[in-house]
T-cell receptor, first 114, second 109 residues
Framework: NAGVTQTPKFQVLKTGQSMTLQCAQD?????MYWYRQDPGMGLRLIYY???????DKGEVPNGYNVSRLNKREFSLRLESAAPSQTSVYFC?????????????FGQGTRLTVV | KNEVEQSPQNLTAQEGEFITINCSYS?????LHWLQQHPGGGIVSLFM???GKKKHGRLIATINIQEKHSSLHITASHPRDSAVYIC???????????FGTGTRLTIIP
């Protein structure tokens, strides 16, 4: 049972290059999330998907696109990477509602844009 | 405004010391999580709290709903406890998690 799997773990991009971060979960959860983590700040929500076929913007969506390919997979795309997108990216799923909510995170993708 | 504040931001202690990390939030919540992040590693969920206290080995988490406050305690701290501890909440009416900035804990042998 792998839980939440993110690829790649590390990536270096040149400004203007594009890439897709992949996330897959094997827990059959409906909701999936992409966060970025920057020094001195809490994790900030980029995009989320409440269920297969739906996606919504979070706090910091500019410069990103997402695709909920199926229930298992939720990908994050940077069309034209900028140095400001240097960050650690986490994919997560939440199971349950209210006080019975469990959170599961991927291992993170450390992205550097030069 | 929905906010989560953690304190302290950084904490260094000697092995064996009792550790307390605090989390305060601004309005009513429907869930509170304590998470652990090791250097270069992913994030794992330690506790999900709704009331009172939970214990897991040397880790204890408490929550006071009326005071909008939660604490994470570590007894007999060990260098392997060195990590960033993150408080995350779901505010009522919002299905998304809001995260504190984390507390970086370093335990010196």
């Amino acid at each position: 049972n792998a839980g939440v799997t993110q690829t790649p773990k590390f990536q270096v991009l040149k400004t203007g290059q594009s890439m897709t971060l992949q996330c897959a979960q094997d827990m059959n959860h409906n909701s999936m999330y992409w966060y970025r983590q920057d020094p001195g700040m809490g994790l900030r929500l980029i995009y989320y998907s409440a269920s297969e076929g739906t996606t919504d913007k979070g706090e910091v969506p500019n410069g990103y696109n997402v695709s909920r390919l199926n229930k298992r997979e939720f990908s994050l795309r940077l069309e034209s990477a900028a140095p400001s997108q240097t960050s650690v990216y986490f994919c997560a799923t939440l199971l349950g509602q209210g006080w019975n909510t469990e959170a599961f995170f991927g291992q993170g993708t450390r992205l550097t844009v030069v | 405004k929905n906010e989560v504040e953690q304190s302290p931001q950084n904490l260094t202690a000697q092995e064996g010391e009792f550790i307390t990390i605090n989390c305060s939030y601004s309005v009513g919540i429907s869930a509170l999580h304590w998470l652990q992040q090791h250097p270069g590693g992913g994030i794992v969920s330690l506790f999900m709290l709704s009331s009172g206290k939970k214990k897991h080995g040397r880790l204890i988490a408490t929550i006071n709903i009326q005071e909008k406050h939660s604490s994470l305690h570590i007894t007999a701290s060990h260098p392997r406890d060195s990590a960033v501890y993150i408080c995350a909440v779901k505010f009522r009416g919002n299905e998304k998690l809001t995260f504190g900035t984390g507390t970086r804990l370093t335990i010196i042998p």
